[in-house]
């Protein structure tokens, strides 16, 4: 349940475009909100409220530098969602591998089932 609760919060974090642009600009390195904000052109109260959603999600961890928050990423939620993604994508794969070899086998059976085509030519001969 906890798991489910986790992954909502970081699938729905990823959900906002604005919130994986900071994801990526805090992949290079940490940054301030500050520094966060100057490309988008955004208030500091606005990107203050995706660094929160972001942090509630326990994709970023914010630290009091000063008179400034520094904003540094934390892998283990993303971590914990791709694992999920990972164990459906082989789920699915195991699926998708199993219905391609039904319809190869269906198709063998079907082709082998099949009487041989007329011959072409008039008489018989080449």
Known sequence: ???????????????????????????????????????????????????????????????????????RLSEAPLDAAMAWISFYRRLWARRLDGLDAYLTLTTEDRDHDAPDPPDPTPSGHA
Request: hydrophobic letters at 35%.
């Open 1 to 71: 349940m906890v798991q489910q609760k986790t992954l909502d919060r970081v699938f729905a974090s990823l959900a906002d475009p604005t919130r994986r642009d900071i994801l990526i600009r805090l992949g290079t390195g940490p940054a301030t909100i500050s520094e966060l904000t100057e490309p988008t052109g955004m208030s500091l109260t606005g990107m203050r409220k995706h660094v929160r959603a972001l942090e509630d999600a326990g994709l970023v961890v914010t630290q009091k530098v000063g008179r400034s928050r520094q904003c």
